[in-house]
């Protein structure tokens, strides 16, 4: 109960410090999506059984899992929820470069407004990474995830800047946060494909947008991100060496797998074309390269 009564007063304080930030909350857009980026879902069977053999027990699947089980389908996917029973969306679109946050319902389709809602739902995940570590007795891991939730902050007011000047008004990320903590395995796990997956390729990204955007205020804005989003990254991979020695082998398995999984897929997402000179994204062969040059320096153990 007390974990559930933290959640919901620092939701209350995370909406305020976002608008205090200057990211505007906008629950309707209407036609203001200049350059798309559609989201697609891909709706799959699925027979209740989980990735390491398990059976599902019930409530909403962790994004590794679930990830994984769209990949078996032959599916990619950026994200992905319980349809039914026994079929699950895998749902796919625009770069997702942070951390995602357990409970992340829907986003814009637009790549720029994706780009802002996915840094707005970043502090929803170290916040609440943050209590989860605090439950979990590793107050210091703790103090780093609030203090990356803060960072966060800063990067959705700048991304939310750069989607407004193109043309494009994202809208507030819809997160459904679980109201209790996860295991230390799931933690594990998440932090492989979030963590030591996306966080370590996305840092990368947005060095190289710092040197490479024709844009100016691109370069401007992706320089503090990037070196904030390179701490983040070491932050993971010093709560991946505190979490590893607790884990049973099957789980060190499954979080190598999910880290090699969420780097190539995000290696694999593609951008707008019109956006690639101004934001100077990389070519999709650059993004893949970089990510099994990462892979191979930083295979989460």
């Known amino acids: 109960m007390e974990h559930r009564r933290v959640v919901a007063a620092r939701s209350t304080l995370r909406k305020h ?16 999506f200049l350059l798309g980026c559609p989201t697609r879902v891909d709706t799959v069977s699925w027979d209740h059984l989980l990735p390491d053999g398990g059976t599902w027990a019930g409530g909403q699947l962790g994004l590794e899992d679930c990830s994984l089980i769209c990949a078996d389908a032959g599916v990619g996917s950026n994200r992905c929820e319980n349809s039914t029973t026994s079929t699950i969306d895998c749902i796919s679109g625009g770069v997702c470069k942070g951390r995602l946050p357990p409970g992340l319902r829907s986003m814009s389709g637009s790549w720029l407004a994706q ?25 210091q891991l703790a103090r780093a995830a609030l203090e990356a939730s803060r960072d966060e902050v800063r990067h959705a007011a700048a991304a939310t800047r750069l989607a407004l000047k193109y043309g494009v008004c994202p809208s507030a990320p819809t997160v459904t946060l679980p109201p209790e903590p996860r295991s230390l395995e799931e933690l594990a796990l998440d932090n492989a494909a979030e963590g030591c997956g996306r966080e ?7 060095r190289w947008e710092a040197e490479h955007a024709g844009d100016p205020l691109v370069r401007a804005a992706m320089g503090p991100i990037a070196v904030d989003e390179a701490s983040h990254a070491r932050f993971s991979f010093a709560l991946a060496d505190a979490l590893t020695p607790r884990m049973p082998l099957s789980v060190r398995r499954r979080a190598r797998e999910a880290q090699e999984h969420a ?23 650059h993004a893949m390269k970089t990510a099994h040059a990462l892979l191979d320096a930083h295979r989460h153990a």
């Open 115 to 139: 780009n802002a809602e996915l840094e707005a739902a970043a502090v929803y995940a170290f916040e609440h990474l943050a209590l989860e570590l605090e439950v979990h007795g590793l107050p």
């Open 263 to 285: 780097l190539l897929q995000l290696a694999a997402a593609e951008p707008p074309r019109a956006l690639r000179e101004s934001f100077g994204l990389m070519e999709p062969d």
């Open 200 to 206: 370590l390729l996305g840092a990368t990204f947005n």
């Open 17 to 32: 410090w976002l608008v205090l930030a200057g990211v505007p909350f906008f629950s309707h857009c209407g036609g203001c």
